[in-house]
């Protein structure tokens, strides 16, 4: 095609507006949002938080704040391991039961005054943490929703309690935070506009799910596969791993999402390869048959994901084994966002 010399011609004009046109079809192209669904404490805003790590990281201002949540973190678990300790007689004497109350308040003081935590408070934590009773109730953490996470705080204390400490993109990944609400992050990722929405996914939350399921590119689903002998933070007498596939089916058989790419990440695959070695799978889910292990465990999971779906579906949804707490999942947030551009161009007829 020969552009017109004449700028102001009518087919300069249209050859322009053509040029415009071409011009903002190609950025529409390259936004993609991406909703981030599952149950409570599955790894959703892990999963944002590798992605913001990907895009550069965090501000200094931002470095700040999750410095004061690894301290809120501290103080939570402590109380929590504490009231473990007290409520289930473990041998602990009235002294120290006393000076451990005394150092969560501290602890408190602390995140309250948004400052660091010094010398002492820090080997008094260190003291409790290694004590017997406290390890015990680490042990049982399951039974009462203390997160993994915790034990990961208590042993970097010594790095922690420095007034320059400056938290790594471990650290960050480690604090847990439960999401209110939805909470949205746009970043530049690979040339692309992308748009997370990271919504929380305890079931008082799901209500506001629904009001992002028509516009979104790609629904990346997380599911702990390691808590298939957990129970729900929110309903004690229901299985997280049986919530979890509840809700899938629920979400995934209905008449949404039927242009967006559907993702899957069977998530905390460390945690599950360890929890196998010495926790029956066939205890909590009658229905598995095969070795105690994680090859089986895994295959029998992905296929109760998979069971009941429409054939249409299966062939469109892509399953990952995740752990969303090492930098290396963010090779296959990589392989994720190629797909889900992969599969959007091929629905625009560009490819
Ligand atoms: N070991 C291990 N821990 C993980 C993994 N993914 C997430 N976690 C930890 O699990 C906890 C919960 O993760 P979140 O990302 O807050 O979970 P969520 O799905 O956003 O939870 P809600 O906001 O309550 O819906 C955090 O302390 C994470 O550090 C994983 O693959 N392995
Ligand atoms: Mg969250």
Redesign the pocket.
């Known amino acids: 095609m020969t552009i017109p010399h004449d700028f102001t011609s009518q087919p300069c004009r249209i050859f322009r507006q053509i040029e415009k046109s071409l011009e903002k079809k190609k950025s529409a192209l390259l936004e993609q949002s991406v909703l981030l669904i599952?149950?409570?404490?599955?790894?959703?805003?892990?999963?944002l938080k590798q992605i913001r790590a990907m895009c550069g990281g965090y501000t200094k201002h931002e470095l700040e704040e999750k410095k004061l949540l690894i301290l809120r973190n501290l103080w939570t678990f402590s109380d929590m391991l504490l009231e473990y300790v007290i409520k289930n007689y473990l041998d602990m004497n009235e002294t120290d039961k006393k000076k451990y109350k005394v150092m969560i308040e501290e602890l408190k003081f602390c995140v309250m005054s948004g400052g660091h935590m010094g010398d002492e408070l820090a080997e008094t934590v260190k003291v409790f943490w290694l004590c017997a009773p406290i390890q015990e109730a680490y042990e049982k953490r399951n039974t009462y929703h203390l997160?993994?996470?915790a034990g990961y705080f208590f042993e970097n204390i010594d790095r922690i309690k420095m007034p320059d400490f400056q938290p790594t993109n471990q650290d960050i990944?480690?604090?847990?935070?439960?999401?209110t609400g939805v909470v949205t992050a746009d970043v530049i990722l690979k040339n692309i506009k992308l748009s997370v929405i990271?919504?929380?996914?305890?079931r008082q939350?799901r209500r506001k799910w629904y009001h992002y399921f028509d516009d979104v590119h790609a629904v990346l689903f997380?599911a702990?596969i390691?808590e298939y002998d957990q129970k729900l933070v929110e309903d004690e007498s229901v299985n997280r791993m049986d919530e979890a596939l509840n809700l899938y089916h629920i979400v995934f058989n209905g008449k949404y999402f039927t242009k967006a790419a559907c993702i899957l990440f069977l998530?905390?695959?460390?945690?599950f390869r360890e929890k196998v070695k010495s926790v029956s799978i066939k205890k909590f889910h009658p229905g598995f048959e095969g070795a105690n292990t994680a090859e089986d465990g895994a295959k029998y999971f992905r296929r109760k994901f998979r069971d009941g779906m429409h054939p249409d579906f299966k062939k469109r949804l892509y399953c990952h084994e995740?752990?969303?707490?090492?930098d290396q999942v963010q090779i296959i947030i990589n392989t994720v966002i190629d797909t889900v551009v992969q599969e959007n161009l091929k629905d625009t007829g560009m490819i």
Do not use: F, H, M, Y
Not at 38 to 47: D, F, I, L, R, Y
Not at 267 to 271: A, E, F, H, R, S
Not at 322 to 326: E, K, M, R
């Open positions: 599952g149950p409570g404490e599955s790894g959703k805003s892990t999963v997160t993994e996470s990944v480690r604090i847990r935070v439960p999401t990271d919504c929380g996914g305890q939350e997380v702990a390691s998530n905390k695959i460390d945690l995740t752990c969303a707490i090492s």
